[in-house]
């Protein structure tokens, strides 16, 4: 029996629509329009359509180039005024706090939202894997069966009378031989799909796992807020006049801070290139995803999508299946109908029975193979894998994520690495040349 998808697949229900509809929205109106049918072998197009995505994705590793450049010009310039009162960490704490949880915020967001979506399609690849895996196997076994039946009818018939021998022939025998031809032709047909299937769901696979490398850029941004948290506290914690402290975080600057803010915006801006080339094809994914394998796959697989999407057509998979088993009924009844003759004229009673019992069996077998294949089945995977799991959930997921690593990774890490530098420079001012010891200060306070 084909998988059922509805006991296994994960549908965090919470999380609609507020954390799915704004992104589905915004990456399918910010995207450039994914080529027409009409231009799925025009290469112009195609360019074009890449050439539109990229363009914003550079601009936007452009942006993050210029922080890092700006974070490292200031980590060699000194121009911090002198302080008129003592400096104080509530600002600093206060922003790494908030950068902290911006930054807890989107790898569980990117987990709970984009991860679902991609292991939810991950599982439904897998039934359907396992459909058409189920559906070569039965192939196979109607293949056999119909040997065994069409061998059973060659040494019966020779045992009935003349008269008859000829319409046995070609009221049972004929349509037996039919069936296994148009058999032998969806196994032909049907050889290479299993294999097609199971590499696809081993891409989809290993794309998923790979995908929580996706949030790694928050991860540097957590280390780079733990080590100026780590220096302010043990500069605070030690009463110490920051000397020390200061040359870290200069140094800090171009061999941490800088590098993490460059391979942050470049993580980030691959995030919304995908999030984009996605948003593109969900605008009008049905005619998009016809349009894609009419350009990457050869026709015969695309008459088979635009079957099932579309519900035209032909699909070449099923015509087989569908005229062997119209042979194989045929068969059937020409038996019932000679069912006297095999077993008393010609004297097998248990041929007739034998044959009658395969026949039966092979259609069970056949209609078995003829529903994991129908249109609604897998369109009923397709629907959940591209429509929900796909242009929904996932593209969520990574919209959410491109937001907090945009956030966190230009806007506060940025801003955090001033904060800190100028913290320590008018610390240092305060405590040194300010002209007053720490020990006066702190009687003062």
Known sequence: ???????????????????????????????????????????????????????????????GLLASIIVLLRSCCNCVRRPQARPSTKPLICLSILTFLLSAAGVIIFFTVGKTGARNTVSLFKDVTNDVVNAQAEGLSLEKLGTSMSTLLSDTIPKCPQAIQPTLKSQIQSPIDEYRTKLAAYNDAIVNL?????????????????????????????????????????TRGGRGRGHCSHCCIRMLGPLLFAPCILVVTLITAADFLGGVAIGSFCKDVDTNVMTYVKHYADAEVYQVVVYYINETG?????????????????????????????????????????????????LASVSKVEKMLSGDHIYSYYKRAVHEDVCVTFISGIGWLFAFQFVVGLLCLPCLTFMADTFFARWTYWHGSGGQSFLAQELRV
């Open 1 to 63: 029996m084909p998988v059922t998808v509805t006991d296994i697949r994960v549908d965090p229900h919470w999380i609609e629509p507020y954390l799915e509809s704004p992104w589905v929205k915004l990456m399918s109106a910010i995207a450039p329009p994914f080529p027409s049918p009409e231009q799925a072998q025009d290469v112009k197009a195609w360019n074009h359509f890449e050439k539109g995505i990229f363009i914003v994705t550079i601009a936007l590793a452009g942006l």
């Open 194 to 234: 299993p294999g097609d299937m199971q590499n696809a769901t081993s891409a989809a696979q290993d794309i998923t796992e790979a995908g929580g490398l996706l949030a790694a850029p928050l991860v540097l941004v957590f280390l780079c807020v733990m080590a100026i948290v780590f220096i302010v506290c043990a």
């Open 314 to 362: 032909t699909n070449p998979y099923l015509e087989d299946l569908n005229q062997a088993s119209t042979f194989l009924g045929q068969s059937r009844d020409m038996l019932n109908t000679y069912e006297s003759a095999l077993k008393q004229a010609c004297q097998s009673p248990e041929a007739f029975d034998t044959l009658l019992a395969d026949s039966n069996q092979a």
